[in-house]
């Protein structure tokens, strides 16, 4: 265990440690120097009115609460500037309520001595990020800021003398008194302090800065009162993001080391979020690979140094996920960051909470002071589109037209260049499939064939390969995404006739649209398998789900690949999947006199596939004008 320095002793029985408010860092190191050394009496900069409902609340975690007191003119009173309440958020990862907490654990006498005041004046400071600690020494990081700590007037330097005054009585009681202050308060109480030591034999007077005497004089206030933040709007009450807040409760109920939390708890949200993403899409998500973590890690990391931080805050990391990941990957994050364990029901009237903004229980919106206010919070702006609630998807559910649907088209534009892709790459295979080797005489034709060389390599030969003109071209693919298909998964089967000469004629099997209406008009659901033919046939083709000529089909795809071949113009059908035809599909593209060109699934890039997949259905036609309102890319 690390002893506390010397620079934060203010006399040979005060220790005074300064910290951030809000870090969980600070309440690690904290807790070390409190089980490091051995004090009689815990001192906190809060006024003694705060003692009871303080330590109350603190007993009541690791489910997080406010302990609000009301100003003048708060709680419905009726304030020239409207109603006002100061409060303490009692968080696990606040240095100071750490610090009280234990001392409650130890049988440590606390001392609340803080100067009592009508209305809190709050003040606050962007500190360099608390994670410096983990490789720089506390007084270090402390004479790194003293410089750039402004001097407080009026309350805040009137309050820095009244606990100065208050340490000096103490200081008679006790033998070992530990001080927890903001890095803010702690120059000038301890300024203070060495100007009440300088001349004891007359009573010391406040310095200007501090106003006139009365101004330390403890003032008659309202009791404070706990109350329990909606689960919603935690992470505007703690200090660290209510997940991270939850891993070191967590490591503090299994007595596990909590040294990195900081960092590492970022790991643990986005392997979270990544796991609820996957359970809430299944096989619409995408892939999140640890090659994909990487680098999204990556991107946090260097959006964090652009903006001089060492760990990123939730708006850094909501950013790298969208980027790399996509907007639903992007929405688990900021709900998994959010996501506290340990909220339980308690018998504390809930409030509602926002920046520097508290929702009273009788619905008065007050604003907040924060009292131990880590640094400022300010609204950035980020655009991902929002779920739409149930009762939104009933009411769009019922409003929906069955005589009406068409697809949406910045998707079948996708799809096209994909199915030309297909074609073009199917083209090739043929050409390789004919191609021969043939021994070298005057030209090297279409290239050197290295492995027919090297099995001739003794007798000094060079063979080259030789691809002749393609004989054939391809119209129609099969593409089977999830196969074999579960029936029962995909019961949306449809064909989808050309609107135009540059639009394949297109059958499917996809899941149940009508389970995920996400918009006014606007469902959403994922290709099983698809049959794209182009061009289109003059006069169309029957809708190959219900015509009695394909039901000897077995399944999904062995109707899928029997349309092909029976309204394919060519001689070859090119065929999308994971694994190779079998030869029963070998057997159905014989039966029609055609030959199956497989493309195996992983030639393509699973990122591709997984968008091409999702398809949204639309209400007809007028949907497409505020369609992409609504639609979410995965």
């Known amino acids: 265990m690390t002893m506390a320095h010397a620079l934060f002793n203010l006399s040979e029985h005060i220790t005074a440690i300064p910290v951030v408010h809000g870090s969980g860092d600070f309440a690690v190191e904290v807790r070390r120097v409190m089980l490091a050394e051995k004090f009689d009496c815990l001192a906190v900069p809060l006024p003694p009115g705060f003692k009871r409902p303080v330590e109350e609340a603190i007993g009541a975690l690791p489910v997080v609460t406010v302990v609000a007191q009301s100003e003048p003119g708060g709680f419905g009173e009726g304030g020239a500037g ?25 049988r440590m006498p606390r001392a609340y001595v803080d100067l009592e005041v009508e209305s809190f004046e709050p003040y606050g400071y962007p500190f360099p990020d608390p994670y410096a600690l983990k490789t720089l020494p506390l007084e270090k990081f402390v004479a790194a800021t003293l410089p750039a700590i402004p001097r407080p007037t009026g309350q805040p330097a009137a309050r820095a003398v009244r606990m100065a005054q208050r340490l000096a009585s103490l200081e008679t009681k006790c033998w070992r008194v530990l001080f927890v202050c903001s890095l803010l308060e702690w120059p000038w109480v301890r300024e203070a302090y060495n100007a009440l030591r300088a001349d004891t034999s ?12 009365s101004e330390l004089e403890d003032a008659e206030v309202e009791a404070p009162e706990v109350y329990q933040p909606d689960e919603k709007h935690l992470y505007f009450c703690t200090g660290e993001m209510p997940f991270i807040t939850g891993l070191y409760e967590q490591a503090r109920a299994e007595l596990d080391d909590d040294e990195n939390l900081s960092i590492d708890g970022i790991k643990d ?238 059958a499917f099997y996809a899941t149940d649209w009508r389970k995920n209406v996400i918009g006014p008009g606007i469902a959403q659901a994922a290709y099983g398998g698809a049959l794209f033919i182009f061009p289109p046939i003059p006069g169309g083709i029957g809708d190959i789900w219900r015509e009695p000529f394909f039901d000897k089909a077995d399944t999904m795809e062995e109707r899928l690949l029997m349309a092909a071949c029976f309204y394919t113009r060519e001689k070859h059908v090119a065929l999308m999947s994971a694994g190779p035809p079998g030869a ?51």
């Open 202 to 213: 007359v009573a010391p007077s406040p310095p200007a800065e501090a106003g006139s005497p």
């Open 269 to 506: 949200l986005l392997i979270v979020a990544r796991d609820r993403y996957k359970e809430d899409l299944k096989k619409q998500a995408r892939p999140i690979t640890p090659k994909t973590l990487g680098l999204m890690l990556k991107y946090v990391r260097n959006l964090s140094l652009v903006e001089r931080r060492l760990t990123p805050d939730l708006y850094t990391l909501v950013t790298a996920a969208q980027q790399v990941a996509g907007d639903e990957y992007a929405l688990q994050v900021v709900e998994v960051a959010k996501s506290y364990p340990y909220n339980g029901k308690t018998e504390y009237r809930r409030v509602a909470m926002g920046i520097d903004q508290m929702r009273l229980p009788d619905g008065e919106i007050a604003t907040a002071k924060n009292r131990f206010a880590g640094p400022p919070l300010t609204w950035r702006s980020l655009e991902l589109r929002r779920r739409p609630d149930r009762a939104q998807q009933k009411l769009w559910q019922m409003r929906w037209n069955p005589f009406r649907q068409c697809s949406w088209p910045p998707e079948d534009v996708a799809i096209e260049r994909f199915r030309t892709h297909t074609f073009e790459k199917a083209k090739q295979i043929i050409g390789q499939d004919l191609a021969r080797v043939e021994k070298f005489t005057t030209s090297v034709q279409d290239g050197i064939d290295i492995r027919e060389t090297l099995r001739n390599w003794h007798t000094g030969d060079l063979y080259v390969r030789i691809f002749p003109p393609n004989r054939g071209s391809v119209d129609a693919v099969v593409m089977l995404f999830d196969s074999p298909a579960d029936p029962r998964e995909y019961s949306y089967r449809v064909t989808w006739m050309h609107e135009h000469e540059e639009e394949s004629t297109l």
């Open 82 to 106: 409207g109603p006002a309440v100061n409060y303490v958020p009692v968080d696990p990862c606040q240095p100071v309520i750490a610090a009280i907490r234990v001392a409650m654990g130890e």
């Open 584 to 634: 029963a599909w070998r057997k159905i593209a014989k039966s029609f006199g055609k030959k199956l060109v497989h493309m195996p699934l992983n030639h393509f890039s699973a990122t591709t596939i997984q968008q091409l997949r999702v398809v949204h259905v639309l209400n007809g036609g007028q949907v497409r004008s505020y369609a992409a309102e609504f639609i979410r890319k995965g």
